[in-house]
C-alpha cells in the first residue's frame, strides 16, 4: 500500500494587492492585474499566455522574468525565476505587507508616459 506525498506548505507568503502591469509575451504585450503577489511568484488578472512559456512583467521601470505555471481564460500564475528582492514590484509587495490589512492600489501612471504601450515619444 503506497501513500501521497504529504503537500509541502508554500515557500512564500502570498499577499492580495492590485498592480497594474504590462505582461510581455514571445508574440503579444498585454495587460494586467497583479492581484497575489510574492518573493516566488504571482497570479495576474486579465492576461493570459500558455503554460510552460516565459514571459517579461514590466511595472515602474523594471523587467520581472517568469515562467506561467498555469493558465485560465482571463488569468494566469507565474513563477519568478529569480527571487523578488528589490525594485519597484518587491517595493509595492512591501507595502502591502505594511501595518494596512487592506490591498494596494498602484495604477497605470506610474508607467513613463508616452505614445502607445510601449510609451512611444
Do not use: K
Not at 504590462?22 to 503554460?51: F, K, Q, W, Y
Not at 514571459?55 to 525565476?81: K, L
Request: net charge positive; aromatic share 8%.
Amino acid at each position: 500500500m503506497t501513500s501521497l506525498p504529504l503537500p509541502r506548505p508554500r515557500q512564500y507568503r502570498r499577499t492580495p494587492v492590485e498592480i497594474d502591469v504590462t505582461v510581455n509575451g514571445v508574440l503579444n504585450m498585454l495587460d494586467g492585474t497583479i492581484s497575489d503577489l510574492s518573493e516566488g511568484g504571482a497570479r495576474i488578472d486579465g492576461a493570459s499566455m500558455p503554460v510552460r512559456s516565459r514571459c517579461e512583467i514590466h511595472y515602474g521601470g523594471q523587467v520581472v522574468y517568469a515562467v506561467v505555471m498555469w493558465a485560465e481564460f482571463d488569468r494566469m500564475g507565474v513563477r519568478f525565476p529569480y527571487e523578488l528582492t528589490s525594485g519597484p514590484l518587491y517595493n509595492a509587495l512591501e507595502r502591502a505587507r505594511g501595518p494596512a490589512a487592506a490591498p494596494v492600489q498602484v495604477f497605470r501612471t506610474s508607467r513613463p508616459s508616452g505614445f502607445g504601450r510601449r510609451g512611444l515619444r
